[in-house]
Antibody
Framework: QVQLVQSGAEVKKPGASVRVSCKAS????????MHWVRQAPGQGLEWMGLINPSGGSTSYAEKFQGRVTMTRDTSTSTVYMELSSLRSEDTAVYYC?????????????WGQGTMVTVSS | SYVLIQPPSVSVAPGETARITCGGN??????VHWYQQKPGQAPVLVIYYDTARPSGIPERFSGSNSGDTATLTISRVEAGDEADYYCQLWDSSRDHWVFGGGTKLTVL
């Protein structure tokens, strides 16, 4: 069945970088965009950006420009989200999600989430 | 940037109807999606393109969108509907995706 499986929880120190992976299965990986969304503890959902798994093009939210990099590996149907210069405010659950109805469509399928904790 | 406003909380008794609003400037001209999120779980899409319901979502869930307000309506509310609900849309002017702040639905 269609699913997105993310990598495990991470604990990082301020100033470090973190890379979260999201492996897709059950559909043609290169046919659908992939978004990243994060949720700080007790807070709402925040869109970070997206990647086109077919060509690798990306679009990032202004808030994360310069700190976030999204890449993909078509051989393993995996997308990656790397966030650098981590600070305590980056402590959050990070989700990947894909829209099956088109680039601007709703996020039909979500990964299970990856907890990233930034602490000294 | 485009802002979506949701009430922080809505309370309703079992069997009643819950209405969760999502306000935005001329939101009726945009396509709105709704997600349900239970504690410790990833969000689940419950309404897309204003009124469409994904397979597996009960008919009790419906949506509307007009003017400056989109609304998620849950009829015959059940205890299992207790969750946070988020509205979302694509802001074409900035090519960004925007979420509302979320509404906690409490079933009394």
């Amino acid at each position: 069945q269609v699913q997105l499986v993310q990598s495990g929880a991470e604990v990082k120190k301020p100033g470090a970088s973190v890379r979260v992976s999201c492996k897709a299965s059950g559909y043609t990986f290169t046919s659908y965009y992939m978004h990243w969304v994060r949720q700080a503890p007790g807070q709402g959902l925040e869109w970070m950006g997206l990647i086109n798994p077919s060509g690798g093009s990306t679009s990032y939210a202004e808030k994360f420009q310069g700190r976030v990099t999204m890449t993909r590996d078509t051989s393993t149907s995996t997308v990656y989200m790397e966030l650098s210069s981590l600070r305590s405010e980056d402590t959050a659950v990070y989700y990947c999600a894909t829209p099956f109805s088109g680039r601007e469509g709703a996020f039909d399928i979500w990964g299970q989430g990856t907890m990233v904790t930034v602490s000294s | 940037s485009y802002v979506l406003i949701q009430p922080p909380s809505v309370s309703v008794a079992p069997g009643e109807t819950a209405r969760i609003t999502c306000g935005g400037n001329n939101i009726g001209s945009k396509s709105v999606h709704w997600y349900q999120q239970k504690p410790g779980q990833a969000p689940v899409l419950v309404i897309y393109y204003d009124t469409a319901r994904p397979s597996g979502i009960p008919e009790r869930f419906s949506g509307s969108n007009s003017g400056d307000t989109a609304t998620l309506t849950i009829s015959r509310v059940e205890a299992g509907d207790e969750a946070d609900y988020y509205c979302q849309l694509w802001d074409s002017s900035r090519d960004h995706w925007v979420f509302g702040g979320g509404t906690k639905l409490t079933v009394l």
